[in-house]
């Protein structure tokens, strides 16, 4: 059973430029988080997607970033007219339900995509 | 040693020693924590995790204590390896207002493993 799957492993952008991130989430599970982590620091919370719904977008910035999970097909965080401090680490993790209701479920993390803005 | 770096602080231990990474958190709501290990250019990755009605859970050389009164949460680590080396978080839920629960990261100890 394959895990969290990101894609690109690494981005590299110019300033101005639109970053599109990829998550396919495991097998079965239909709730999709992205968080972003910039160096030695922790993971922040952007978004909290279900199939078709964005159901907790608190974290997203206001301007230029937009994820969507379609019925078919990865999640996708897209991020427009890039600057150099959206480089991070875009990290994301699925969960067969609302995991954080659930005991003894924990987000399930893929490897990220790291970004680099120049 | 423990000492606080420029962002995380860094946990140096022997090979074979016990370590203990602290974390403390904030929402005296939060009911259910979790400890995640990132090693570099991974994701985190589960170790254990608790729910707030107990105040110790032992998993494979891991074990994880809670003290709900002064909000603080550790994770023991039996004679530590070097592949033990890398950057531990600690995570809580908490129930929002909208009544959808959040998971919310700190900051990380970065632990190294001198051999």
């Known amino acids: 059973n394959a895990g969290v799957m990101q894609n690109p492993r690494h981005l590299v952008r110019r300033r101005g430029q639109e970053a599109r991130l990829r998550c396919s989430p495991m097998?079965?599970?239909?709730?999709v988080y992205w968080y972003r982590q910039l160096p030695e620091e922790g993971l922040k919370f952007m978004v909290y997607?279900?199939?078709?719904?964005?159901?907790?977008e608190s974290g997203m910035p206001k301007e230029r970033f937009s994820a969507e999970f379609p019925k078919e097909g990865p999640s996708i965080l897209r991020i427009q007219q890039v600057v150099r401090g959206d480089s991070a680490a875009y990290f994301c993790?699925?969960?067969?339900?609302?995991?954080?209701?659930?005991?003894?479920?924990?987000?399930?993390f893929g490897n990220g995509t790291r970004l680099t803005v120049t | 040693g423990e000492s606080v770096g420029l962002h995380l602080p860094t946990l140096s231990v022997q090979e074979g020693d016990n370590s203990i990474i602290n974390c403390a958190y904030s929402?005296?709501?939060?009911?259910?924590f979790i400890w995640y290990k990132q090693e570099s250019g991974k994701g985190p990755q589960f170790i254990i995790d608790?729910?707030?009605?107990?105040d110790k859970r032992q998993g494979q050389r891991v074990t994880v204590l809670l003290n709900k009164t002064v909000k603080h949460l550790s994770l023991q680590i039996a004679a530590t390896q070097p592949g033990d080396s890398a950057v531990y978080f600690c995570?809580?839920?908490?129930?929002?207002?909208?009544?959808?629960?959040?998971?919310?990261f700190g900051s990380g100890t970065r632990l190294q493993v001198q051999p």
């Open positions: 993790a699925s969960s067969p339900s609302d995991s954080v209701d659930s005991y003894n479920s924990p987000l399930h």
């Open positions: 097998k079965g599970h239909s709730h």
């Open positions: 997607l279900q199939k078709e719904n964005i159901i907790d």
């Open positions: 929402n005296s709501a939060s009911d259910y």
């Open positions: 608790i729910r707030s009605n107990m």
């Open positions: 995570a809580e839920t908490f129930r929002m207002d909208t009544g959808r629960r959040a998971l919310t």
